[in-house]
């Protein structure tokens, strides 16, 4: 029941807007292309599935442009600058949970780990909490690397 319900919320872009003004697309600064927010990921049986997708999508590096919070949990809407190894560019848009102490460390500009999902290249991505390190390292060179160039 639940699902039905915020599926057909998420489907209808215009009552998101209403809903949630400072979450539309307009209010996000992107086109039209781009995502909806989900009411809520843990009640949409479509987001958890994209979730899941997410967290074993390929690393990426994101550079934290705006967030908006959607509930007190605190629960953020990121939009990122995302760039892959491969050089591709594009704006990425993450539902994340966190800690009051973690939200207290967000800055514009920021850069963090992020998983994408290149098969579907919706604009999705995920927070990569579980990178290890030396590996977004590397990709970090890597992408300088080919600034460089």
């Known amino acids: 029941m639940f699902d039905k319900l915020f599926d057909s919320v998420n489907k209808d872009s215009g009552l998101m807007e209403q809903l949630r003004p400072d979450l539309s697309r307009d209010s996000l600064g992107v086109g039209p292309d781009f995502p909806g927010v989900t009411p809520n990921p843990v009640m949409s049986s479509d987001a958890r599935a994209r979730n899941a997708e997410l967290r074993a999508g390929t690393l990426a590096l994101g550079v934290l442009v ?41 800055a514009p500009g920021q850069t963090m780990p992020v998983r994408y999902r290149p098969a579907v290249m919706d604009h999705y991505v995920a927070l990569a909490r579980d990178a290890d390190p030396a590996e977004v ?3 970090a060179d890597r992408i300088a690397s080919r600034k460089r160039a």
């Open 66 to 106: 705006d967030w908006r919070e959607v509930n007190s949990n605190p629960r953020l809407v990121l939009m990122l600058d995302v760039e892959t190894a491969d050089g591709l560019s594009f704006r990425g848009i993450a539902d994340e949970a966190f800690t009051i102490t973690e939200l207290t460390r967000l």
């Open 137 to 139: 390292q590397l990709l």
